[in-house]
């Protein structure tokens, strides 16, 4: 089966940055991506890393290391409607999302 | 971007009866569609993989014919809950593939979901 681990929970302010880590162990790796989702709605895309490094993208960016089986997610210059959960998902080698648990994260003022 | 759309959005129903969700691609082609269900505060977790004109692979653990699920076309997959029970209760999410995208060929697009309540 597949292993994907992420915090449970975070909190930050309202402006500050928030690093968000994923661990994976799987079987087969063919892409990691980052979804947002908040209460009640689907996820929606964030970002996709299949190669070593970091992908920016505005205030938020990714980060994959293949070697070590680690991603993360980079939300910058944190706003009130970030507060939300954000779902770590590793393609396999079946192609099949294998999803974390997801972080939710809180965004205070 | 891709649109998925799903209707129903919500659904309550009577223990013992059967329900219907749609799951349709808008603006794109999907041979591939996914069906996903996520109880609260977990994630989610993928039920069946849709193959338009053919049988859909389950998971591990899902019962097929309790989760029928039928790919008719490039632009519509079903999901048909039979016989309901309360335990079956949960947000099913369906999802279509892409391919040749910016992102890469593997990028999913997930549908707004459909909130069940068995009663």
């Known amino acids: 089966g597949q292993n994907i681990d992420q915090p449970t929970e975070m909190t930050a302010t309202e402006g500050a940055i928030v690093q968000i880590n994923c661990t994976y162990q799987?079987?087969?790796?063919?892409?990691l991506f980052w979804y947002q989702q908040h209460a009640g709605e689907a996820p929606t895309f964030l970002s996709y890393?299949?190669?070593?490094g970091l992908e920016e993208k505005g205030r938020f960016s990714s980060f994959l290391s293949r070697s070590k089986g680690y991603s993360y997610l980079l939300l910058k210059e944190l706003q009130m409607k970030d507060s939300a959960s954000y779902l770590c998902?590793?393609?396999?080698?079946?192609?099949?999302?294998?999803f974390g648990a997801g972080t939710t994260v809180t965004v205070r003022a | 971007g891709a649109v998925v759309s799903q209707h129903p959005s919500w659904v309550i129903c009577k223990s013992g009866t059967s329900v219907k969700i749609e799951c349709r691609s808008l603006d794109f082609q999907a041979t591939t569609m996914f069906w996903y269900r996520q109880f609260p505060k977990q994630s989610l977790m993928l039920m069946a993989t849709s193959n338009e004109g053919s049988k859909a692979t389950y998971e591990q653990g899902v019962e097929k014919d309790k989760f029928l699920i039928n790919h008719a076309s490039l632009t519509l997959s079903t999901l048909t809950v039979t016989s309901a029970h309360p335990e079956d209760s949960s947000f099913y999410i369906c999802?279509?593939?892409?391919?040749?995208?910016?992102?890469?060929?593997?990028?999913?697009?997930f549908g707004p979901g459909t909130r069940l309540t068995v009663t």
């Open positions: 998902a590793v393609l396999a080698n079946d192609y099949k999302l294998s």
């Open positions: 890393n299949v190669l070593d």
């Open positions: 999802s279509a593939r892409t391919s040749g995208s910016s992102v890469g060929l593997e990028e999913q697009y």
């Open positions: 799987t079987s087969g790796f063919n892409g």
